[in-house]
């Protein structure tokens, strides 16, 4: 007669039939406000810098992706507009940059999808990266309404204590929009507002763009080299000719 298995140990946390998965993505949401720009910018790093990621692309941020770049994001041809997405400046030149060859293992869910992966807190994610953050998309994550995956997951990331950060793109902000981010901030949040700096010697566009990119992962512990630090030296970036 077999005997019934032992409760697992600190040695055998898992069943005989399971596998212990090493992928942790960050969950990379795309809401509806302006600034597809930084989005991309934020993808291309986490890709290389060998980090995993989840995508979601709300509806209403289709639609200002092709206001923005003319580039249409279609769920059965996802791959390919994400590529061409990623391969395009902000200055609106096609093919500035090269796609990290890490794209082939990104993970796309639809934003309906509200069975997708990161709508449970058992899915394994690092954290969630709303960028741009819409103030419908603030408010409804404030008020946890999770009317679309993209919701849902950041509701997710609040709940199991993950790192959110939220960048929001709008001015001026209603009372209402405060009100939400005051709530989100007390959640544990990174309310972080899409602000370019200039100290960093910005001379296109694309550093401008770079900025508030590389803030959001900062926000997020991924090292990058997508801005100039402040050293502490008044004028240096312009001493020194930055590029």
Not at 9 to 30: D, K
Not at 151 to 170: G, I, Y
Request: net charge negative; with cysteine.
């Amino acid at each position: 007669m077999e005997t019934p298995h032992e409760p697992y140990g600190p040695h055998e946390p898992y069943g005989p039939h399971e596998e212990v998965s090493g992928r942790r993505p960050w969950v990379v949401g795309v809401s509806g406000a302006s600034g597809t720009p930084y989005a991309a910018s934020v993808l291309r790093t986490l890709l290389a810098a060998g980090e995993a990621v989840d995508l979601v692309v709300s509806r209403a941020s289709r639609l200002t992706l092709l206001d923005e770049t003319g580039i249409g994001f279609r769920d059965a041809h996802w791959r390919d507009d994400l590529c061409r997405w990623l391969a395009r400046g902000a200055d609106g030149t096609p093919d500035a940059f090269e796609v990290p060859a890490e794209v082939a293992d990104v993970t796309h869910w639809a934003p309906g999808d509200l069975a997708a992966g990161p709508s449970s807190g058992s899915y394994p994610a690092k954290g969630m990266l709303i960028v741009p953050a819409s103030t419908a998309c603030v408010a409804g994550v404030a008020l946890g309404l999770s009317k679309d995956l993209l919701q849902r997951a950041a509701s997710v990331t609040l709940k199991e204590r993950r790192k959110l950060v939220v960048a929001v793109r709008e001015t001026p902000l209603s009372g209402q929009t405060l009100k939400a981010l005051v709530t989100l901030d007390e959640a544990g949040a990174v309310v972080l507002p899409a602000s370019p700096a200039f100290y960093a010697g910005a001379t296109h566009i694309q550093d401008l763009v770079d900025f508030v990119a590389g803030r959001v992962l900062d926000a997020a512990g991924v090292p990058h080299k997508l801005y100039r630090r402040w050293e502490g030296e008044l004028g240096g970036d312009r001493d020194r000719g930055t590029a």
